[in-house]
């Protein structure tokens, strides 16, 4: 689906595709900028747009067409081709969203691709993105907004992004706040393979955002020709959001980290408890079956068997061996768990 | 409440914000430096000060009006918009201040954002800053302090504001001190939590004083114009400060790895008692009670039944065993845990 | 095994190695462009190409001759001569293809020499490679391809490398998700030495990686005159393409991690469910034999021994114990594993 | 105490701090040298010789104030103030010299600033310093010392400090490998809360390095104008011997992880002796207390106990279940440790 | 020892150290390149050459004379002294020579120090050292390899000590392969402190080549006008071919941290099949002691003991429980170790 709009004299319309080449000429007389946005493109589209009317370069069309359903998205990533820039973007979404500690943390990497001309933007992706919907919502209300050039709408959009990554990275907190209390208080629900899931999620949305960073960073120091100086402001307060965020994703490993060790000592001290309760009821009954045992024996001379407080005297013993034993535990601490 | 400081023709005023507009033609007049501190300012005030009266840059007032309740507060970092510098620091406070192990480190952190220009200084806050207090109690007493510029002035802040972490940042080694020794003298007292919790506030620490760090060695470097040659001395004093604590606040993650390896030392050492002390008995135990349970047998022609001393030779094999396992125990170490 | 292709006033032409001295001076007049591609040489015709004809520095030549059955290929690598850039790239190659989980992983790593030149590329290399043989033949379908001059060329085969990379780094994916699925379903088919060659191959894999993307960052950047400005591009598109791999195989590394804390946790699960089982087992019946022990004593006086109902008391006391015990070890929640 | 040495036409002298006032003329007219040597001075002096002869930058004063008992000493720093250097040290010194493992390590860090000009150097420390008074006596002897400038004096102090560092440096091997043969031949004599203390020493004493080192390498490299060209070359040297301190310090680290790691191993296998022992005992009479008590059994018809050889039978059955016990065991080496 | 070669003329000869003195004026005559080779000297052999003839710096001469038995030998390092370069480089050298695991790994790292000058070349080293005599020899041959300068010669001796270092890094890969074969396979066998050993040895060696590998860089890049641009190639190439060396050293550490797992794994395995014994032979002789203690009890009035099958009907039960317990067992794996 090939979207167009189109600002000029101070007016933003959207057309069709087809009038696009008859734009094209009023562009060059009136400055017009223009906005073609490819979303979930049939070959034949990106064809006409892409390799026909602008005539990008063969690599980036390829990094572009990358996006296909069953493959891998493109990382971030920025190229100067002079005429424009080519950046790619990974926005996140869930995948589904329900309650539940298994599956919320279900997301999903996305391509959005954007050639960033002087007076052209050209979007392209498989997915319909909020980010750029919202824009384009915007564009329509605002007519001004496609005024300040190609590169101020870009980073709408990559502010619009970059925001939708809060609740996701935000939802990290939770979860390990939640995976701790489990581990504290309800061991037994916590799976490893969970803890192991959390990670890996992890460690792939630190490594969007580092590359991202990067991307935003070179775009906000005032690299490229086609970023005017006063746009580096806006990309700048982007970096700075995405870098934040990156140190919370940082800092989310130190506290699985934290979390595992957690892991494995409370794991060691129901260990340690089995253990202490197997020595304990071994400490009181070894001895005592012993001492019963010595009463079983058929010996013909054993004095005791034929006293009166015999049988007394052997529960004496039992009394007094278990109680023995019960205050030296007592004071080695072993009772109170 | 917003509260301007007035320095002109050698004199320092207080003067309320709606003489600031007549004080403003004043200044051009005679080189006045105005230092204007909003703390917890309602949005008129804000939209007053910062929109109206100053104009600063959007995306810089956005970044001020972050510190509002119950959001995380803006990281550390400077700007510099060429006719001013925006710089934002993250001041600690202690949360409660009672003595237990529990509370002790549960320190926040604020939000201070400010503008430096030429002849002005204005700083942002939410929460009441004793730093900014007493630097605006210094300027009421010594009526010169402003006269050395707005540059000086955000110095004497910053050098409050960091003189406020020494006893944050000491407080862990006392914490640390007794943790360790409550795992080698008292472990039952120990709550694995607890390490957690001190490992998650030393990652925090961390975060700000690097950030911070950061910020002043930028300061301090003299790569900003609106730093004078001069203050730079003043600024690296600061920045050598906060070196010196960042790396105390570093070697606190080296001692608690190593009390984390205490732990789980002193916590494999009791499991080790108890396992010695379980095999001790029953390697005294299984054995007497075989050779006894051997009496008890019911066979018709068992000779040591029958003897006259058949009792008194149990007793002996019993003690004989029970003897030997002893000395043979002894000598491996087992019974001096 | 010398094959020489050639590629004059736009046609492209495979000759003998014997007619390439003639082909030289046809080259001075014509700005041809020639491919020399040694395959397995011989010392001979080593001597003949490297040292006679092109007069290669001997240190390069070395480099090339290392390639040896039996001995070590060289790592990657780019120097720049002046007139030539001498590249050395590792191929990869599955030793043997079964399926299984322990030869999967059997790669191999080859070396390619090449030597670019302006206007001729010398390739060499001990095996036959597919990435070579594929380009070969497009030479020969596509007559222009040549004409791109030989940095371009070289661009081919090493992407033609890198493309190959693929399934072989893929391949860990599912390894890795075998291992995860094996260690939590069936942990005794997991052998721990399996993970370490893992391992050992991955690590051996990001090495390779590493060094082969340091060479085309070099290649990418501009660095060399021998790489033309338009060339780069293609570069920097297999240089990105190898990045997204080498952080593919970073990230097996943390994987691979987690796997081994879970293959430990397993471990130590399975230990904890055996000393249950011995603690639950002793904990109902060390008290059960102590009490049955004592009614097997042989004193005179034991009253309960002459009761009508001693043996049903008896029993209701094993049965009272029993059912106690487990009462108190279902609430510890040690029945349900 | 004010020690003043001064060096002027061929001759060193030691003259009052009285005369110093006068001998500044002198030291204008005749290119002399003057060293001030503060050891442990009152505020009297440091102000009289600090702020008024010299005059020096009230935050370098600050500095050196810093080294009060009870108050942590500065960390090595430099600062250019054009008309001199400001340099802090921190010599080390043992607290004690006892012989034994535990108080070994016991080193002090104490600070030596210093004030190097053109004509002039300040040293102020609070302790008698060994390094300061070898050179002093030194300059005493060899008159001609002082002619080579303060920068070369300087350098004859650090040269002298770094050289004590070296026995406390290496004492740390020795340490070190007491306690490794401690681990492995005499288990029970290793508190781990010494392992801890010296990790704790090591983490100290390499932070020390690495800022004199980093001071170290500033002075080497010729960036300082106060420091002649010709000089470096000494101060290179000190550099160099630092570094190869610094990475013994640092090989340290990496003997006490393989320590540690020593140390859990040494106690596992004291463990697994433990569990090993009552595994044999347990699989031993657990088997034969069973049999016994089988020949305990009160039923009236039991052929085995009214066989002539009924009990031979019994002893004959303890022996071979023994016997078979102890074989098993044997081949699976568990009687062998 | 001083070992005099000259080159002059075309011709190379070897002088005694008295002729030193004349050959100096022919040098400068004739352009005649001189080696002094200085092994094992004398004091007054150094004093004569290094400080006499030479007149080297003292600090350099200094560093040369570290090389003293009992000394620890000087680290590899380059100082560039206009007239002359002073190198450091650390020959390795098999201590014994024996093929057991636990010497092989004894190799000793010597000192040779180097004076490379426009027309001189001054070597120094306390141990006979094989490259230095090796190049000697091939100088003696050859006579034309001189002509090329001293940098070319010391590149020779370089090479030889770079090449000699492969047999001692190659070694670690059996003794680890021997290693990781032990652990699986003959667990008993290896001892922790060996690990502990290798361990030290690979921290040590990479120390080496990462200073030489410095060293070698700095030669190689073209930094010292003493090293023509040509003689880089060569130093390249030694650097190369030290870099693939300490790759390989880093990866064995990688290799080592997996056989440490290893290690654990296995050992927490053996404990494992420990436990797991004592648990089946608990679990199935505990609740047969019970029942046959049941049967031994006293009481008058116990139906079972009267039954004509009562003793059969106690060995069913026996086998019942046994059988039961064996079946419970071998589902959840327990008997297959």
């Known amino acids: 689906m090939i979207n167009v709009t189109i600002f000029s004299r101070g007016i933003t319309e959207t057309i069709s595709a087809s009038e696009l080449a008859k734009a094209r000429a009023r562009m060059h007389l009136e400055d017009a900028i223009v906005w073609v946005d490819l979303e979930n493109p049939t070959e034949e589209e990106e064809k006409e747009i892409l390799e026909g009317y602008f005539a990008f370069h063969p690599l980036a069309i390829e990094d572009c067409k990358i996006d296909r359903p069953g493959r891998r998205e493109h990382h971030p990533k920025i190229e100067d081709y002079d005429e424009y820039l080519f950046v790619v973007f990974n926005p996140l979404k869930w995948k589904v969203s329900t309650e539940s500690l298994d599956t919320v943390m279900q997301f999903s990497t996305y391509q959005l691709s954007a050639f960033i001309g002087h007076k052209f933007l050209v979007t392209h992706h498989k997915h319909s993105l909020d980010a750029v919907n919202e824009v384009k919502v915007r564009c329509g209300v605002q007519h001004k907004l496609m005024s300040s050039g190609p590169d101020y709408l870009f ?26 209390d489990r581990i504290f208080n309800n061991y037994n629900s916590v799976k490893f393979s969970d803890i192991l899931d959390i990670k890996k999620n992890i460690v792939r949305l630190r490594s969007i955002m580092v590359q991202q960073r990067e991307v935003l960073y070179r775009l906000s120091r005032g690299e490229f020709n086609l970023i005017s100086q006063n746009e580096t402001f806006y990309y700048r307060n982007v ?10 994703v940082e800092s989310y490993r130190d506290v699985l980290s934290g979390l595992l060790e957690a892991y494995f000592t409370v794991n060691a001290n129901r260990m340690n408890v089995v253990m202490k309760t197997l020595t304990v009821i071994s400490t009181v009954f070894l001895p005592l079956t012993f001492i019963s045992s010595i009463y079983g024996m058929n010996f ?18 039992f009394l007094g061996v278990a109680v023995t034993m019960f205050i030296w535990m007592k004071r080695r601490g072993w009772l109170n768990e």
Chains 1, 2, 3, 4, 5 share one sequence.
């Open 155 to 180: 980073h709408l959009i990559v502010d619009r992004i970059v925001d939708k990554y809060v609740p996701i990275v935000e939802q990290f907190d939770d979860v390990l706040d939640e995976v701790e």
């Open 239 to 248: 970096y700075d959001h995405l870098v934040r965020m990156a140190e919370l």
């Open 300 to 317: 013909e001379f054993m004095p005791e068997l034929h006293w009166k407080l015999g049988y007394t005297f052997a529960w004496a013993l």
